[in-house]
């Protein structure tokens, strides 16, 4: 035992003399990673004048080594990760004792040497292999790394590692730190106070100095721009009023603390802080030049005898958000966009850059501190009109989580028992549309600030998990009470790869039409596939369920602010291919009037519901979504979205009370804009009456509204769904005993139904589309200067031989002096067209083998800018954006918008199929811009033609009810009515038959063995009846979900992680339910076992060393 201890405490000694324990060299080539950065903030540019992360190599020889062709890694599984070019020598040859720098910022189309990753300022390993794969030059694993202090080995090439506090790429390493100051400890924890007190701060480094602010400004800050410092901590603060108390310690040759900030709140000095207080602490008294600033609650609201008793309550009902910051970043009336305030100088929503983002502490506390964080992160304005000063002078915010601040996301359980933790973004909605600061009064007297997070909580609801979970904060800046705000998720890519799987950095996220992760092109390739109206590669691409239950919803809702460029999201796509998903976003015009059903683009603002339209198979899903929602309990039913909304407005009764007094004069006594009357806006006079209106009167008759338009647009069945019942009366689903009569019944129609959750109706054989003409077809070009024979249309003989050639990807016709239209162009005709001409003339011959006569519909799809005129071999078929008779030089008669050139519009040009020939064909097209000096032109066209394919059509097996029967066993009913040719819509429901849940238990759980392989959970039936254990299911831990078997009393039954390694080793005389997905966690672990209708079974946790022989011993 000596002999042991002795051996470990020598390798101690050795890694602690050495510092390698986080540096491995492995061949004998004389490269070494010598320093990195993985949080660059100010310190370094690559040549585009961007901040990336950065690595060193150092050539530690006497000879020039060249790294073309090695691989560099974050990934030692992947160590082909990242190829170093090889083509350029003179770029990747490091001379003896000199250093090459190499950019990872997962850009290696950049100038310079960028690698395809980022580095993990949170920490990670990075190696270098040679030019094989497989042989190990270097590697360093780091720790967690401080924005602008680099990290690498001192002196260079040894197998010392440390922090530096002066970086030097391509440069000897100096100015080492010796180590990290202990963070800062204050005495008393954020929250609410009543009566003073004294803060003492303390950190455990010796010697350390700790400064100190009270204004929001940074205590200790070294940076480009120069050196800042707050007050020396000398001994305990006193705190009589709301304050925000921010520290930092720092050590001479110590890298400093992060700064700690704890934001301590008196209510009665929040609720009686008045607006000339907060002027005197030097805050402007104007917003964006000359609009009045406003700051404090009003007292016409808080002395109120109706909410005065209300307030502390109002102000503690709801969890709380401080943001601390240097006021000069929300407030200054300096413009520059890097340093002005960007609370009053809001810049362009469209730019979405860096330049308006600003570092600040964000802290969340309840009222209890039983929850809290505080992190240092960057925040944004955030919106596009809600930004402008006079329109809302309550902003919005993004929460943006980065290495430059801070950790790279906020890891904490925002939302209880939800499945993700882990936030890279978090916005802070304010309210623009109905909302009690908005410039038209009639949205003022529509205000319940709960439209939005209404929607995302209804698509959560519908079963679309990632729709984004939120609640209801208080908002405070820099200690001044700034209102009631939404704390919700952002649907980002980062967001739909923590719901869905996948690489964040291969999904793409549109914002109405824009990328903000990713780019456009997996976006334009879905587009392309739907309106193909191809329905078996339309599932591919889009989540069709969840693009339903979107659509469904803001329909439902009567969502009139819904626009082609924005208030909706999407994410998907990108390299993995990953199916798109749709996001309700802005959702604030909502739940208004009563009998809206939405017209273009509220009704299709994405601009594929227009083709989805065509398919049969996606009408018929729709209409199951419709049944699914709209009835039998379902989520859009009246008492369902009222539970929902009175859910939302008890979480505000007494919330809205704070928000009444800090924004309910705004128009009246602070702002007149636009449209009175003006009123002081409170709970009782007008958000009451307005959630009474919606619960009332909006929710119980929409129900019918809503169901009316679906039947009219061929979206819900016009032959009525059958109802389930037990014993002769209603019951959708639910538990039920063995003995009891099940039945159906329809006003018409011949019901079909299975019990093995098949849907009795067989999907419908999609049409096949032939392409006749595709977009990249040869086609000829003529900008014409004069009349020429109408014969070019393709109605008689016509030589185009003179004429431009257009050839090849991506097939498009015109010009683009700005940008937007370049991807679609192959003929450039600016030199022809701009400022000279508005006509262009296009002919595309095509053939047809087969005869045109079994095509049952011919569809047009153009993307054109401004107008058109198609002709079929002569005969007009299509125009857009021209009226008259057209000539050499005419003109469209309008615009078409940017956002909506680029989109395939598609014609049905059915009527004109006797025009086409078997054998030669032309498609002709006269292009028309609206001016000679429009920016742009576009002409982009296919035709394709449809055939064959059939109607829905009884599936084999299903039976066709003819009376009440006994289910045998916990069961998945779907249900149809057949009437003629027509189908109803599916009616679905689970019973759970039995007591399954009263007499299944679990008795044994084998959750570490030595073998993974050979865990099994047991389960038992203590009834004293056999019972059938179809559709019980784990759902947590594991997956698995029993089949058709019963279990007699007394009986054990398994299920295992794998079952011929199971046999092997307790034998086959076991009765194995099947085999579960997923592994039990060898430490600790959620088990829940439910019925087949949900009811929970077990939920318990199980933990490491839970008996120290079952902690990987072999025993359970």
Same mark, same amino acid.
């Given at each position: 035992?000596?002999?042991?201890?002795?051996?470990?405490?020598?390798?101690?000694?050795?890694?602690?003399?050495?510092?390698?324990?986080?540096?491995?060299?492995?061949?004998?080539?004389?490269?070494?990673?010598?320093?990195?950065?993985?949080?660059?903030?100010?310190?370094?540019?690559?040549?585009?004048?961007?901040?990336?992360?950065?690595?060193?190599?150092?050539?530690?020889?006497?000879?020039?080594?060249?790294?073309?062709?090695?691989?560099?890694?974050?990934?030692?599984?992947?160590?082909?990760?990242?190829?170093?070019?090889?083509?350029?020598?003179?770029?990747?040859?490091?001379?003896?004792?000199?250093?090459?720098?190499?950019?990872?910022?997962?850009?290696?189309?950049?100038?310079?040497?960028?690698?395809?990753? !980022?580095?993990?300022?949170?920490?990670?390993?990075?190696?270098?292999?040679?030019?094989?794969?497989?042989?190990?030059?270097?590697? +360093?694993?780091?720790?967690?790394?401080?924005?602008?202090?680099?990290?690498?080995?001192?002196?260079?090439?040894?197998?010392?590692?440390?922090?530096?506090?002066?970086?030097?790429?391509?440069?000897?390493?100096?100015?080492?730190?010796?180590?990290?100051?202990?963070?800062?400890?204050?005495?008393?924890?954020?929250?609410?106070?009543?009566?003073?007190?004294?803060?003492?701060?303390?950190?455990?480094?010796?010697?350390?100095?700790?400064?100190?602010?009270?204004?929001?400004?940074?205590?200790?800050?070294?940076?480009?721009?120069?050196?800042?410092?707050?007050?020396?901590?000398?001994?305990?603060?006193?705190?009589?009023?709301?304050?925000?108390?921010?520290?930092?310690?720092?050590?001479?040759?110590?890298?400093?603390?992060?700064?700690?900030?704890?934001?301590?709140?008196?209510?009665?000095?929040?609720?009686?802080?008045?607006?000339?207080?907060?002027?005197?602490?030097?805050?402007?008294?104007?917003?964006?030049?000359?609009?009045?600033?406003?700051?404090?609650?009003?007292?016409?609201?808080?002395?109120?005898?109706?909410?005065?008793?209300?307030?502390?309550?109002?102000?503690?009902?709801?969890?709380?958000?401080?943001?601390?910051?240097?006021?000069?970043?929300?407030?200054?009336?300096?413009?520059?966009?890097?340093?002005?305030?960007?609370? +009053?100088?809001?810049?362009?929503?469209?730019?979405?850059?860096?330049?308006?983002?600003?570092?600040?502490?964000?802290?969340?506390?309840?009222?209890?501190?039983?929850?809290?964080?505080?992190?240092?992160?960057?925040?944004?304005?955030?919106?596009?009109?809600?930004?402008?000063?006079? !329109?809302?002078?309550?902003?919005?915010?993004?929460?943006?989580?980065?290495?430059?601040?801070?950790?790279?996301?906020?890891?904490?359980?925002?939302?209880?028992?939800?499945?993700?933790?882990?936030?890279?973004?978090?916005?802070?909605?304010?309210?623009?549309?109905?909302?009690?600061?908005?410039?038209?009064?009639?949205?003022?007297?529509?205000?319940?600030?709960?439209?939005?997070?209404?929607?995302?909580?209804?698509?959560?609801?519908?079963?679309?998990?990632?729709?984004?979970?939120?609640?209801?904060?208080?908002?405070?800046?820099?200690?001044?009470?700034?209102?009631?705000?939404?704390?919700?998720?952002?649907?980002?890519?980062?967001?739909?790869?923590?719901?869905?799987?996948?690489?964040?950095?291969?999904?793409?996220?549109?914002?109405?039409?824009?990328?903000?992760?990713?780019?456009?092109?997996?976006?334009?390739?879905?587009?392309?596939?739907?309106?193909?109206?191809?329905?078996?590669?339309?599932?591919?691409?889009?989540?069709?369920?969840?693009?339903?239950?979107?659509?469904?919803?803001?329909?439902?809702?009567?969502?009139?602010?819904?626009?082609?460029?924005?208030?909706?999201?999407?994410?998907?796509?990108?390299?993995?291919?990953?199916?798109?998903?749709?996001?309700?976003?802005?959702?604030?015009?909502?739940?208004?009037?009563?009998?809206?059903?939405?017209?273009?683009?509220?009704?299709?603002?994405?601009?594929?519901?227009?083709?989805?339209?065509?398919?049969?198979?996606?009408?018929?899903?729709?209409?199951?979504?419709?049944?699914?929602?709209?009835?039998?309990?379902?989520?859009?039913?009246?008492?369902?979205?009222?539970?929902?909304?009175?859910?939302?407005?008890?979480?505000?009764?007494?919330?809205?009370?704070?928000?009444?007094?800090?924004?309910?004069?705004?128009?009246?006594?602070?702002?007149?804009?636009?449209?009175?009357?003006?009123?002081?806006?409170?709970?009782?006079?007008?958000?009451?009456?307005?959630?009474?209106?919606? +619960?009332?009167?909006?929710?119980?008759?929409?129900?019918?509204?809503?169901?009316?338009?679906?039947?009219?647009?061929?979206?819900?069945?016009?032959?009525?769904?059958?109802?389930?019942?037990?014993?002769?009366?209603?019951?959708?689903?639910?538990?039920?005993?063995?003995?009891?009569?099940?039945?159906?019944?329809?006003?018409?129609?011949?019901?079909?139904?299975?019990?093995?959750?098949?849907?009795?109706?067989?999907?419908?054989?999609?049409?096949?589309?032939?392409?006749?003409?595709?977009?990249?077809?040869?086609?000829?070009?003529?900008?014409?200067?004069?009349?020429?024979?109408?014969?070019?249309?393709?109605?008689?003989?016509?030589?185009?031989?003179?004429?431009?050639?257009?050839?090849?990807?991506?097939?498009?016709?015109?010009?683009?002096?700005?940008?937007?239209?370049?991807?679609?162009?192959?003929?450039?005709?600016?030199?022809?067209?701009?400022?000279?001409?508005?006509?262009?003339?296009?002919?595309?011959?095509?053939?047809?083998?087969?005869?045109?006569?079994?095509?049952?519909?011919?569809?047009?799809?153009?993307?054109?800018?401004?107008?058109?005129?198609?002709?079929?071999?002569?005969?007009?078929?299509?125009?857009?954006?021209?009226?008259?008779?057209?000539?050499?030089?005419?003109?469209?008669?309008?615009?078409?918008?940017?956002?909506?050139?680029?989109?395939?519009?598609?014609?049905?040009?059915?009527?004109?199929?006797?025009?086409?020939?078997?054998?030669?064909?032309?498609?002709?097209?006269?292009?028309?811009?609206?001016?000679?000096?429009?920016?742009?032109?576009?002409?982009?066209?296919?035709?394709?033609?449809?055939?064959?394919?059939?109607?829905?059509?009884?599936?084999?097996?299903?039976?066709?009810?003819?009376?009440?029967?006994?289910?045998?066993?916990?069961?998945?009913?779907?249900?149809?009515?057949?009437?003629?040719?027509?189908?109803?819509?599916?009616?679905?429901?689970?019973?759970?038959?039995?007591?399954?849940?009263?007499?299944?238990?679990?008795?044994?759980?084998?959750?570490?063995?030595?073998?993974?392989?050979?865990?099994?959970?047991?389960?038992?039936?203590?009834?004293?009846?056999?019972?059938?254990?179809?559709?019980?299911?784990?759902?947590?831990?594991?997956?698995?979900?029993?089949?058709?078997?019963?279990?007699?009393?007394?009986?054990?039954?398994?299920?295992?992680?794998?079952?011929?390694?199971?046999?092997?080793?307790?034998?086959?005389?076991?009765?194995?339910?099947?085999?579960?997905?997923?592994?039990?966690?060898?430490?600790?672990?959620?088990?829940?076992?439910?019925?087949?209708?949900?009811?929970?079974?077990?939920?318990?946790?199980?933990?490491?060393?839970?008996?120290?022989?079952?902690?990987?011993?072999?025993?359970?």
């Amino acid at each position: 035992m000596l002999k042991s201890t002795t051996t470990c405490l020598l390798i101690l000694i050795l890694i602690w003399i050495t510092g390698s324990a986080g540096s491995v060299h492995a061949a004998d080539i004389s490269l070494v990673i010598n320093e990195l950065m993985a949080s660059n903030n100010t310190w370094i540019q690559d040549p585009q004048g961007q901040y990336d992360d950065w690595i060193e190599i150092y050539n530690y020889g006497v000879n020039p080594v060249n790294i073309g062709g090695m691989y560099l890694t974050d990934n030692l599984s992947a160590p082909t990760k990242w190829r170093i070019p090889a083509n350029n020598p003179a770029a990747t040859t490091i001379a003896a004792g000199d250093f090459l720098l190499i950019w990872a910022d997962d850009d290696t189309t950049d100038a310079g040497l960028h690698a395809n990753f !980022k580095l993990d300022a949170g920490g990670e390993q990075i190696a270098l292999f040679d030019s094989d794969g497989n042989t190990l030059i270097d590697s +360093i694993t780091f720790p967690g790394q401080t924005t602008d202090i680099s990290y690498g080995r001192y002196p260079d090439g040894s197998d010392y590692l440390r922090f530096f506090g002066i970086a030097t790429p391509q440069a000897p390493n100096s100015d080492m730190y010796l180590d990290k100051v202990a963070d800062t400890k204050f005495s008393h924890n954020r929250g609410f106070y009543d009566t003073p007190f004294a803060v003492t701060i303390a950190t455990e480094t010796e010697d350390a100095i700790i400064y100190y602010t009270t204004d929001g400004t940074e205590p200790y800050q070294i940076t480009a721009r120069g050196f800042s410092a707050g007050r020396i901590y000398t001994g305990p603060i006193p705190i009589s009023t709301t304050t925000c108390l921010r520290a930092r310690a720092v050590k001479p040759g110590w890298i400093p603390t992060d700064e700690d900030t704890h934001t301590y709140i008196f209510l009665v000095d929040v609720i009686r802080r008045s607006h000339q207080q907060v002027l005197s602490e030097d805050y402007p008294s104007t917003w964006f030049d000359t609009y009045s600033a406003d700051y404090g609650m009003d007292p016409e609201v808080y002395n109120d005898p109706d909410y005065a008793n209300l307030m502390d309550d109002a102000l503690l009902s709801i969890p709380t958000v401080s943001v601390v910051t240097d006021k000069d970043n929300l407030f200054s009336h300096d413009k520059d966009p890097e340093t002005g305030g960007i609370y +009053i100088y809001t810049g362009h929503s469209i730019t979405g850059g860096q330049d308006w983002e600003r570092p600040v502490s964000a802290e969340f506390f309840t009222q209890d501190g039983m929850e809290e964080f505080q992190v240092n992160c960057g925040i944004r304005i955030q919106g596009g009109e809600s930004r402008r000063p006079n !329109k809302c002078p309550k902003h919005s915010f993004s929460l943006r989580f980065r290495d430059q601040y801070g950790p790279t996301s906020l890891d904490f359980k925002l939302f209880d028992e939800w499945p993700v933790n882990s936030f890279d973004t978090i916005q802070l909605r304010g309210f623009f549309n109905n909302a009690w600061t908005h410039w038209a009064s009639n949205q003022r007297q529509r205000t319940q600030y709960i439209r939005d997070q209404w929607m995302r909580d209804s698509l959560i609801d519908m079963g679309q998990a990632d729709a984004g979970q939120g609640f209801y904060v208080h908002l405070y800046l820099n200690g001044i009470y700034w209102g009631l705000y939404n704390l919700h998720e952002r649907p980002v890519a980062s967001h739909y790869a923590a719901y869905n799987g996948g690489d964040e950095e291969n999904i793409d996220a549109i914002n109405g039409g824009r990328a903000t992760d990713g780019d456009k092109s997996a976006w334009n390739r879905m587009r392309n596939i739907v309106t193909s109206r191809n329905w078996n590669e339309i599932q591919k691409v889009l989540d069709v369920d969840n693009f339903i239950d979107w659509t469904l919803l803001c329909l439902s809702a009567g969502n009139v602010d819904l626009k082609n460029n924005g208030n909706w999201r999407a994410a998907g796509g990108g390299s993995e291919n990953r199916p798109w998903h749709f996001y309700s976003w802005d959702g604030e015009h909502v739940l208004e009037n009563v009998h809206e059903t939405g017209t273009r683009p509220s009704s299709d603002p994405t601009g594929l519901f227009n083709y989805l339209d065509d398919i049969e198979e996606f009408r018929v899903r729709f209409g199951d979504r419709v049944h699914k929602h709209h009835f039998n309990g379902g989520v859009l039913t009246p008492e369902n979205n009222i539970r929902r909304w009175t859910d939302r407005t008890d979480e505000l009764d007494l919330a809205v009370i704070a928000e009444s007094a800090r924004w309910g004069d705004y128009r009246r006594d602070v702002h007149r804009y636009s449209s009175g009357p003006y009123y002081l806006y409170t709970k009782n006079e007008f958000w009451i009456p307005e959630r009474d209106r919606i +619960i009332n009167q909006y929710f119980p008759a929409r129900q019918d509204i809503a169901l009316d338009h679906f039947r009219s647009r061929g979206l819900y069945p016009r032959v009525d769904a059958l109802v389930f019942r037990i014993n002769g009366y209603y019951k959708h689903g639910g538990a039920i005993l063995t003995n009891n009569a099940f039945s159906m019944t329809a006003p018409t129609g011949t019901i079909l139904y299975s019990l093995d959750g098949s849907d009795p109706r067989s999907p419908g054989i999609s049409q096949q589309v032939t392409t006749l003409v595709p977009e990249n077809a040869d086609k000829r070009v003529l900008v014409p200067t004069g009349s020429i024979s109408n014969n070019w249309k393709g109605g008689g003989v016509f030589s185009d031989q003179a004429w431009s050639q257009c050839t090849g990807n991506p097939g498009g016709v015109g010009y683009e002096r700005t940008s937007g239209y370049q991807q679609f162009i192959s003929l450039d005709i600016q030199d022809q067209m701009y400022a000279k001409r508005t006509t262009c003339y296009i002919r595309i011959p095509f053939t047809i083998n087969s005869n045109p006569n079994e095509f049952s519909s011919i569809t047009l799809n153009i993307r054109y800018d401004d107008g058109f005129i198609a002709y079929l071999n002569g005969v007009e078929v299509a125009r857009s954006h021209f009226n008259g008779t057209p000539s050499w030089n005419s003109y469209a008669s309008s615009t078409h918008t940017d956002s909506a050139a680029v989109l395939f519009e598609s014609i049905d040009i059915s009527s004109f199929r006797s025009n086409l020939k078997q054998g030669d064909n032309l498609l002709a097209i006269q292009g028309l811009n609206s001016s000679t000096t429009s920016s742009d032109f576009l002409i982009s066209a296919e035709l394709t033609a449809s055939g064959g394919g059939s109607g829905g059509s009884v599936l084999p097996g299903v039976m066709e009810y003819t009376g009440p029967i006994n289910l045998p066993h916990s069961v998945n009913v779907k249900a149809r009515v057949l009437s003629g040719n027509s189908w109803s819509a599916l009616n679905e429901a689970v019973y759970a038959v039995g007591p399954v849940a009263e007499n299944l238990r679990i008795t044994e759980i084998m959750y570490n063995p030595p073998d993974t392989n050979e865990e099994f959970i047991e389960l038992t039936n203590i009834g004293p009846g056999t019972i059938n254990l179809n559709l019980a299911s784990f759902t947590n831990g594991v997956d698995f979900t029993f089949p058709n078997i019963e279990l007699t009393p007394g009986e054990h039954i398994v299920a295992v992680q794998n079952r011929s390694i199971f046999e092997s080793r307790y034998g086959g005389n076991i009765n194995i339910a099947g085999q579960y997905s997923g592994k039990l966690n060898n430490a600790s672990e959620r088990i829940e076992l439910q019925d087949a209708i949900g009811r929970t079974i077990h939920n318990f946790r199980y933990r490491d060393g839970w008996r120290s022989i079952t902690d990987g011993e072999g025993f359970s």
